[in-house]
């Protein structure tokens, strides 16, 4: 996942990689498959403590509708009629993000010592820095209580703009592995 996000984030910046790769990368925005719904369910009913989906959810989506490098989302209604997305993550995320730093912080390294390999744009880059910045802002984002939080902030300071439309979240349905969102078209 993270090599994928990686690769997501170099796929917009021409002025840093070849236009042949930045056309690969681009490949990376859709091509993410789904981890098993099995998996999915069995996160949500943990992290949410439920027993059964049935407990909070009216309908439940029977495969994700979205699938990215770190996690899902699902279609739900609520027991109260809201219609909902549930985002969960991969997972052993954590541990896999964990070591994929590492290696890509060993081959920053390793780059850095043989600059003349590197395209021009590069060669003079801070890129262990990079590698550094980027794994604190993947952590982050693994963060779906962070999420809410920046969503309720986002929503605050632009409640005024009539054509933005900012998904309701809900604070009390979100772990650091699962948040549960309004639903919008």
């Known amino acids: 996942p993270t ?8 796929s917009v910046r021409p002025d ?21 719904h099995a ?14 989906l049935g407990d909070l959810f009216a309908e ?38 964990g070591i994929d730093i590492l290696l890509a912080r060993q081959l920053a390294k390793l780059a850095s010592a043989n600059r003349g390999v590197l395209p021009p744009a590069l060669r003079d ?9 980027f794994g604190r802002r993947l952590f982050q984002e693994l963060d779906y209580e962070t999420e809410v939080r920046n969503a309720q902030r986002f929503a605050e300071l632009y409640s005024d703009q009539a054509r933005l439309r900012v998904p309701r979240v809900f604070p009390e349905l979100a772990t650091r592995r699962v948040i549960v969102m309004e639903w919008i078209d």
Do not use: H
């Open 16 to 36: 840093l990689v070849d236009e042949v790769v930045l056309e690969e990368l681009q490949e990376l925005q859709d091509g993410v498959p789904p981890f098993d």
């Open 60 to 97: 439940f989506g029977d495969a994700p509708v979205a699938a990215a490098s770190l996690g899902q989302v699902y279609r739900a209604r609520l027991r109260d009629g809201a219609e909902v997305a549930v985002k969960v993550q991969r997972p052993n995320l954590d541990d896999t993000i």
């Open 125 to 133: 880059s801070d890129l262990v820095g990079f590698v550094d910045a």
């Open 39 to 52: 998996e999915a369910l069995r996160l949500i009913r943990s992290e949410l403590f439920l027993a059964d």
């Open 3 to 10: 090599f994928v996000k990686l690769g997501q984030a170099l």
